[in-house]
Nanobody, 123 residues
Framework: QVQLVESGGGLVQAGGSLRLSCAAS????????MGWFRQAPGKEREFVASISWSGGSTFYADSVKGRFIISRDNAKNTVYLQMNTLKPEDTAAYHCAAAKGYYGTSSESYDFWGQGTQVTVSS
């Protein structure tokens, strides 16, 4: 069992930056692929970024490529999402997720989810 707790969301102006953190419980964090997903009101959940268990491989949605960076610190059981050049369309609840042996873009393949942190970008 893995418990995930996100933090770092908030209100920011367009063009600004935020760094989200996702702290994981358990001693096997380094064996899980991690992903960030987001969901805006009235919209479906969408993939944002993911990272392999070692941190050596990452995927990004086209909408955030070049602006967001996912990273992880296995010693701290934490995954991060650095979000730069934020746009109003980035406004959503951001959730981190963990998957044993997977780090792709499909939300159905992730086993554990955090409660989410709200990001609001004003224009």
């Amino acid at each position: 069992q893995v418990q995930l707790v996100e933090s770092g969301g908030g209100l920011v102006q367009a063009g600004g930056s935020l760094r989200l953190s996702c702290a994981a419980s358990g001693r096997t964090f380094s064996s899980y692929g991690m992903g960030w997903f987001r969901q805006a009101p009235g919209k479906e959940r969408e993939f944002v970024a993911s990272i392999s268990w070692s941190g050596g491989s990452t995927f990004y949605a086209d909408s955030v490529k070049g602006r967001f960076i996912i990273s992880r610190d296995n010693a701290k059981n934490t995954v991060y999402l650095q979000m730069n050049t934020l746009k109003p369309e980035d406004t959503a609840a951001y959730h981190c997720a963990a998957a044993k042996g997977y780090y792709g873009t499909s939300s159905e393949s992730y086993d554990f989810w955090g409660q989410g942190t709200q990001v609001t970008v004003s224009s």
